[in-house]
């Protein structure tokens, strides 16, 4: 049981961090052991659930307002950059153009992941703050996901901001609002296929669905106050912190595991 509340723990902080959940759960999982395709499911949905409630009101205002010209122009750009990071997505995918999820991959895009983010808080100190969200910030974002899916460790949420920062959504909360928005159709997609994809293969055979169902919780409660305090720390910080952990956790891993 604690393995999984562990576990649930470390999904639900590192989700939405642009510091790699993927990376995070190797170490974890190092030490405590794998644990089932349909558990690995659970907790991301948890993640995902925390998200939702994070974003509630802004989500039911987008919902119930969807007729207000602003309000539909956004929900339009939502949709495309889902639908971009679906299509590209299932060609990746059926390419087989996926790298595994072992150390030396991880540790090599949380580096570059970091180099990444010195060069988007760069771009956006050069440039006034930018709210908008145009059609040039939705194909990044969409192109972004999908590159954090090929690249284990290069964090979902960190492509999509960064890749919305460096196409002109250079303020930090509006790349982080588009970005965890885009990403919960995205992550609800990606898990139904794992989770049909565990059924078909008899993934729910001896599943443990206490511990399930307690890292679940714990991945959800962990990962709304992760992102509350993000979306509190980035109103007033750079991502710099971020981009600096990133690297040092990408030497550790070429180092230790």
């Known amino acids: 049981m604690l393995e999984a509340l562990i576990l649930g723990l470390v999904e639900g902080l590192t989700e939405f961090l642009p510091i790699s959940s993927t990376g995070h759960l190797l170490i974890a ?47 339009r750009k939502l949709a495309a950059a889902f639908l971009v990071t679906a299509v590209l997505g299932a060609a990746a995918s059926y390419a087989g153009a996926e790298l595994p999820q072992t150390v030396t991959p991880i540790a090599v895009a949380l580096i570059v992941g970091g180099l990444l983010i010195f060069l988007a808080e760069y771009y956006a100190k050069r440039h006034a703050a930018a ?3 145009t059609w040039r910030v939705v194909l990044a974002v969409g192109v972004a996901q999908v590159i954090a899916g090929v690249f284990p460790g290069t964090s979902r949420s960190a492509a999509a901001i960064f890749a919305a920062m460096f196409a002109g959504l250079t303020a930090r909360p509006s790349a982080a609002e588009f970005a965890f928005l885009v990403g919960i159709p995205t992550m609800l997609a990606a898990s139904g296929f794992e989770l049909v994809r565990a059924s078909a293969d008899g993934g729910f055979d001896g599943e443990a669905w206490g511990e399930l169902g307690v890292a679940f919780v714990i991945a959800a409660v ?27 956790l990408g030497v550790v891993l070429l180092a230790v595991l």
């Open 222 to 248: 962990a990962g709304f106050a992760s992102v509350k305090w993000l979306l509190a720390y980035i109103s007033r910080h750079t991502f710099v912190g971020f981009a600096w952990y990133r690297i040092a």
């Open 29 to 75: 999982e190092h030490w405590l052991g794998a644990r089932s395709d349909l558990f690995n499911v659970a907790i991301q949905v948890g993640a995902i659930a925390a998200v939702t409630l994070v974003y509630r009101e802004r989500i039911v205002g987008l919902l119930l307002r969807w007729r207000e010209p602003a309000e539909r122009d956004y929900l």
């Open 131 to 133: 709210q908008d969200v």
